[in-house]
């Protein structure tokens, strides 16, 4: 079902309907502001199209516990997330988020995540931008209070604890879909560092929407097919900076 919300915005409304994947949103032409997926059985937060117009995701009761990488290149203008009864644990788990610049609202009430110590302090010093958090303001004294404590030992130390929990957790997701079969489905190798900056480099210069969500799925994926890695490869050879095309046919 389709509406004009209270905001006056065009919503899409997928509520309740036991999804358990996100797929096909690229049917939706980019025609909404809002997308609601509430009341699903949403384990991952992946697989979204280039979807430039969207600037609302509501995700409330779902079973999310991992957010897929490099969401802010095909969801760029995203400012209101509200993952409300979810299932994220970690402090780790959210930097996936930390991307997103224009990013204003986020709510994760009812995960455990929101339970950790000093919360808060890190979600207002990783988002400078964020001015509701769990729908409580964020005030500058709030801020001013999160760049002291990250400043101590103690802060500097829990940044660092996060941060290698977040690569811990990045390569557990790629193991897990490579024990899936994912790998020997369609070929190819997992992306290092610098295949992901090249693959972001690309979406920015490709021409056509099947480009960029050909691309942006390689870059949530974290695998290179065969073909677009055997490019990569031969351009690095070549001592070239340049980003291959796609061949979309694979």
């Known amino acids: 079902m ?21 797929e096909n949103l690229g049917a939706t032409l ?3 502001d809002t997308i609601d997926l509430s009341d699903n059985d949403l384990r991952k937060l992946d697989n979204l199209p280039h979807l430039p117009r969207l600037k609302c995701l509501l995700l409330n009761n779902n079973r999310i516990l ?34 997103f610049k224009k990013l204003e609202t986020i709510c994760l009430l009812i995960n455990p995540v929101s339970t950790k110590p000093n919360y808060r302090e890190y979600m207002a010093y990783k988002f400078p931008q964020l001015r509701l958090l769990d ?6 004294k709030d801020r001013q209070q999160a760049q002291e404590f990250f400043r101590t030992k ?7 604890e996060v941060s290698k929990k977040s690569k811990l ?14 790998t020997a489905a369609e070929g190819g190798r997992f992306a290092n560092p610098e295949d992901m900056q090249r693959i972001r480099e690309a979406i920015k210069r490709a021409s056509s929407l099947a480009e960029v969500e ?5 870059l949530q994926s974290g695998q290179l097919p065969d073909k677009f890695q055997h490019e990569l490869e031969q351009n690095g050879h070549n001592g070239t900076s340049a980003v291959p095309a796609v061949d979309m046919d694979y």
């Open 214 to 218: 050909r691309l942006s799925q390689i």
């Open 66 to 99: 991992r957010i897929s990488e490099g969401l802010e290149e095909v969801i760029p203008n995203l400012s209101s997330i509200i993952l409300t009864g979810n299932n994220l644990q970690e402090l780790s788990d959210l930097e996936p988020l930390t991307g």
């Open 2 to 22: 389709q509406y004009i919300n209270p905001c006056r915005e065009r919503e899409l409304d997928l509520r309740g309907y036991k999804i358990p994947q996100i």
């Open 135 to 140: 729908f409580r303001k964020i005030k500058q």
């Open 30 to 32: 980019d025609q909404f």
């Open 169 to 182: 957790s990045a390569a557990a997701a790629l193991a897990a879909e490579a024990s899936n079969g994912k």
């Open 154 to 160: 103690q802060g500097k130390d829990m940044l660092k």
